[in-house]
Protein backbone atom coordinates (compact mmCIF):
# COMPACT_ATOMS: atom_id res chain seq x y z
CA UNK A 1 0.00 0.00 0.00
CA UNK A 2 0.97 3.94 0.54
CA UNK A 3 3.62 4.86 1.69
CA UNK A 4 4.75 8.21 3.14
CA UNK A 5 8.03 9.00 4.71
CA UNK A 6 8.46 12.40 6.41
CA UNK A 7 11.70 14.03 7.49
CA UNK A 8 13.45 15.29 9.86
CA UNK A 9 11.11 14.34 12.66
CA UNK A 10 11.81 17.59 14.69
CA UNK A 11 13.37 20.73 13.36
CA UNK A 12 14.49 23.58 15.59
CA UNK A 13 15.00 27.44 13.56
CA UNK A 14 15.93 30.76 14.63
CA UNK A 15 12.38 33.20 14.02
CA UNK A 16 13.44 35.35 10.43
CA UNK A 17 15.06 31.43 9.37
CA UNK A 18 13.27 29.31 6.67
CA UNK A 19 11.84 26.16 7.16
CA UNK A 20 11.72 22.75 5.18
CA UNK A 21 10.18 19.79 5.41
CA UNK A 22 10.29 16.84 3.22
CA UNK A 23 8.63 14.06 2.37
CA UNK A 24 8.74 10.87 -0.24
CA UNK A 25 5.65 8.70 -1.33
CA UNK A 26 5.29 5.68 -3.01
CA UNK A 27 2.19 4.85 -4.57
CA UNK A 28 2.81 6.78 -8.35
CA UNK A 29 -0.49 7.08 -8.99
CA UNK A 30 -1.07 9.96 -5.82
CA UNK A 31 -2.36 13.26 -7.05
CA UNK A 32 -3.25 15.46 -4.10
CA UNK A 33 -0.58 15.98 -1.94
CA UNK A 34 -1.95 18.42 1.65
CA UNK A 35 -0.28 19.76 4.54
CA UNK A 36 -1.68 20.02 7.99
CA UNK A 37 -0.60 21.88 10.75
CA UNK A 38 -1.46 20.67 14.11
CA UNK A 39 -1.05 22.36 17.41
CA UNK A 40 -1.18 20.63 20.84
CA UNK A 41 -4.22 19.45 21.68
CA UNK A 42 -5.82 21.04 18.73
CA UNK A 43 -7.54 19.59 15.23
CA UNK A 44 -4.97 19.60 12.15
CA UNK A 45 -5.85 22.33 9.95
CA UNK A 46 -5.09 22.54 6.26
CA UNK A 47 -2.41 24.76 5.58
CA UNK A 48 -1.60 24.36 1.83
CA UNK A 49 -2.24 21.78 -0.80
CA UNK A 50 -0.74 20.76 -4.15
CA UNK A 51 -2.19 18.97 -7.07
CA UNK A 52 -0.19 16.84 -9.36
CA UNK A 53 -0.70 19.17 -12.95
CA UNK A 54 1.32 21.86 -11.05
CA UNK A 55 4.81 22.13 -9.37
CA UNK A 56 4.48 24.49 -6.70
CA UNK A 57 2.82 26.55 -5.48
CA UNK A 58 2.80 29.22 -2.70
CA UNK A 59 0.53 31.16 -0.07
CA UNK A 60 2.16 34.44 1.68
CA UNK A 61 4.97 32.88 3.48
CA UNK A 62 4.48 28.96 2.92
CA UNK A 63 5.20 27.12 -0.38
CA UNK A 64 5.23 23.86 -1.48
CA UNK A 65 6.59 21.77 -4.53
CA UNK A 66 6.51 18.76 -6.05
CA UNK A 67 8.57 16.35 -7.68
CA UNK A 68 6.49 13.60 -9.53
CA UNK A 69 9.30 11.59 -10.93
CA UNK A 70 11.05 11.60 -7.96
CA UNK A 71 7.55 11.32 -5.31
CA UNK A 72 8.77 13.86 -3.37
CA UNK A 73 7.21 17.05 -2.36
CA UNK A 74 8.24 19.90 0.56
CA UNK A 75 6.85 22.43 2.50
CA UNK A 76 9.07 25.58 2.92
CA UNK A 77 7.83 27.99 5.66
CA UNK A 78 10.11 31.58 5.21
CA UNK A 79 10.66 34.34 7.62
CA UNK A 80 9.20 31.70 10.83
CA UNK A 81 7.80 32.84 13.65
CA UNK A 82 7.11 31.62 16.65
CA UNK A 83 3.15 30.85 16.49
CA UNK A 84 4.45 28.99 13.33
CA UNK A 85 5.79 25.99 16.03
CA UNK A 86 3.66 23.19 15.59
CA UNK A 87 3.41 19.70 14.16
CA UNK A 88 3.55 19.37 10.54
CA UNK A 89 1.87 16.96 8.96
CA UNK A 90 2.10 15.76 4.90
CA UNK A 91 -0.11 13.23 3.24
CA UNK A 92 -0.39 12.11 -0.49
CA UNK A 93 -4.25 10.52 -1.68
CA UNK A 94 -5.30 7.32 -2.58
CA UNK A 95 -6.74 7.05 -5.86
CA UNK A 96 -9.68 4.40 -4.07
CA UNK A 97 -12.95 5.77 -2.97
CA UNK A 98 -13.04 9.36 -1.89
CA UNK A 99 -10.31 11.23 -1.31
CA UNK A 100 -8.08 8.50 1.42
CA UNK A 101 -4.94 10.48 3.05
CA UNK A 102 -1.92 8.47 3.83
CA UNK A 103 -0.18 10.26 6.49
CA UNK A 104 3.71 11.16 7.13
CA UNK A 105 4.39 10.78 10.91
CA UNK A 106 5.01 14.09 11.37
CA UNK A 107 7.62 17.21 11.87
CA UNK A 108 7.67 19.23 15.15
CA UNK A 109 8.61 22.46 13.88
CA UNK A 110 9.70 24.88 17.17
CA UNK A 111 10.45 28.38 16.48
CA UNK A 112 13.16 29.70 18.64
CA UNK A 113 12.73 33.67 19.43
CA UNK B 1 -20.42 28.05 10.09
CA UNK B 2 -19.74 25.29 12.21
CA UNK B 3 -17.21 23.02 11.66
CA UNK B 4 -16.57 19.53 11.99
CA UNK B 5 -17.25 18.27 16.14
CA UNK B 6 -17.03 15.43 17.86
CA UNK B 7 -18.45 14.05 21.36
CA UNK B 8 -17.18 13.38 23.70
CA UNK B 9 -13.70 15.13 23.45
CA UNK B 10 -12.25 12.75 26.19
CA UNK B 11 -13.52 9.33 26.96
CA UNK B 12 -11.69 7.26 30.10
CA UNK B 13 -13.01 3.65 29.40
CA UNK B 14 -11.92 0.57 31.73
CA UNK B 15 -10.26 -2.34 29.57
CA UNK B 16 -13.25 -4.91 28.08
CA UNK B 17 -15.69 -1.96 28.27
CA UNK B 18 -17.79 -0.66 24.80
CA UNK B 19 -17.55 3.24 23.57
CA UNK B 20 -19.15 5.04 21.20
CA UNK B 21 -17.37 8.28 19.89
CA UNK B 22 -19.85 10.66 17.85
CA UNK B 23 -18.87 12.76 14.29
CA UNK B 24 -21.26 15.73 13.45
CA UNK B 25 -19.70 16.97 9.99
CA UNK B 26 -20.08 20.04 8.33
CA UNK B 27 -23.42 20.19 7.64
CA UNK B 28 -24.55 18.86 3.56
CA UNK B 29 -20.83 17.33 3.26
CA UNK B 30 -20.91 14.01 1.73
CA UNK B 31 -18.26 12.26 2.56
CA UNK B 32 -16.50 11.73 5.98
CA UNK B 33 -13.82 10.11 7.14
CA UNK B 34 -12.43 8.08 10.79
CA UNK B 35 -8.84 8.38 11.32
CA UNK B 36 -6.99 7.09 14.52
CA UNK B 37 -3.92 9.51 15.87
CA UNK B 38 -1.65 7.89 18.15
CA UNK B 39 0.49 9.72 20.66
CA UNK B 40 3.50 11.55 18.06
CA UNK B 41 2.23 9.90 14.80
CA UNK B 42 0.19 11.12 11.91
CA UNK B 43 -3.71 10.12 11.21
CA UNK B 44 -4.27 6.57 9.92
CA UNK B 45 -7.16 6.06 7.90
CA UNK B 46 -10.10 3.91 9.57
CA UNK B 47 -13.02 3.45 7.54
CA UNK B 48 -14.69 6.27 4.94
CA UNK B 49 -18.82 6.54 3.76
CA UNK B 50 -20.39 8.51 1.33
CA UNK B 51 -23.61 9.82 2.41
CA UNK B 52 -25.33 6.46 4.21
CA UNK B 53 -22.80 3.93 2.38
CA UNK B 54 -19.38 2.73 4.66
CA UNK B 55 -17.22 2.48 0.87
CA UNK B 56 -14.09 1.27 3.10
CA UNK B 57 -13.21 0.17 5.84
CA UNK B 58 -10.03 -1.19 5.36
CA UNK B 59 -8.46 0.69 8.68
CA UNK B 60 -10.25 -0.57 11.02
CA UNK B 61 -7.82 -2.66 13.45
CA UNK B 62 -9.99 -5.49 14.17
CA UNK B 63 -13.91 -6.59 14.08
CA UNK B 64 -14.27 -4.64 17.32
CA UNK B 65 -14.31 -1.36 15.64
CA UNK B 66 -17.53 -0.80 13.79
CA UNK B 67 -18.72 2.41 12.24
CA UNK B 68 -21.80 3.52 11.30
CA UNK B 69 -23.23 6.77 9.54
CA UNK B 70 -27.73 5.41 8.96
CA UNK B 71 -28.70 9.20 7.71
CA UNK B 72 -25.93 10.14 5.91
CA UNK B 73 -24.72 13.04 8.42
CA UNK B 74 -23.75 11.78 11.75
CA UNK B 75 -21.50 8.89 12.41
CA UNK B 76 -21.24 6.89 15.26
CA UNK B 77 -17.21 4.95 15.65
CA UNK B 78 -17.85 2.30 18.14
CA UNK B 79 -15.50 0.25 19.84
CA UNK B 80 -16.46 -2.95 21.34
CA UNK B 81 -14.24 -4.79 24.56
CA UNK B 82 -11.74 -1.86 24.34
CA UNK B 83 -8.11 -2.75 25.06
CA UNK B 84 -5.08 -0.53 26.00
CA UNK B 85 -3.96 -0.40 22.44
CA UNK B 86 -6.86 1.15 21.37
CA UNK B 87 -5.89 4.43 23.31
CA UNK B 88 -5.75 7.37 20.95
CA UNK B 89 -7.19 10.26 19.61
CA UNK B 90 -10.05 9.36 17.21
CA UNK B 91 -10.55 12.15 14.32
CA UNK B 92 -13.15 12.65 12.16
CA UNK B 93 -12.98 14.28 8.64
CA UNK B 94 -15.25 15.75 6.00
CA UNK B 95 -15.40 16.60 2.69
CA UNK B 96 -18.13 18.66 0.53
CA UNK B 97 -18.43 16.03 -2.52
CA UNK B 98 -16.46 12.67 -3.26
CA UNK B 99 -14.29 14.10 -5.65
CA UNK B 100 -11.00 12.92 -5.28
CA UNK B 101 -8.85 15.72 -4.27
CA UNK B 102 -11.25 18.37 -1.89
CA UNK B 103 -9.76 19.72 0.96
CA UNK B 104 -10.73 17.29 4.43
CA UNK B 105 -11.89 19.32 7.50
CA UNK B 106 -10.70 18.05 10.63
CA UNK B 107 -12.69 17.87 13.66
CA UNK B 108 -10.72 17.98 17.09
CA UNK B 109 -10.80 14.24 17.60
CA UNK B 110 -11.85 12.20 20.51
CA UNK B 111 -8.64 11.00 22.94
CA UNK B 112 -9.50 7.99 24.25
CA UNK B 113 -7.71 6.50 27.10
CA UNK B 114 -8.29 2.96 27.95
CA UNK B 115 -7.51 1.64 31.19
Known amino acids: GENVEQHPSTLSVQEGDSAVIKCTYS??????FPWYKQELGKRPQLIID?????GEKKDQRIAVTLNKTAKHFSLHITETQPEDSAVYFCAASIQEYGNKLVFGAGTILRVKS | GAGVSQSPRYKVAKRGQDVALRCDPI?????LFWYQQALGQGPEFLTY????????KSGLPSDRFFAERPEGSVSTLKIQRTQQEDSAVYLC?????????????FGPGTRLLVL
Open chain 2, 27 to 31: SGHVS
Open chain 1, 27 to 32: DSASNY
Open chain 2, 93 to 105: ASTWGSWPQETQY
Open chain 1, 50 to 54: IRSNV
Open chain 2, 49 to 56: FQNEAQLD
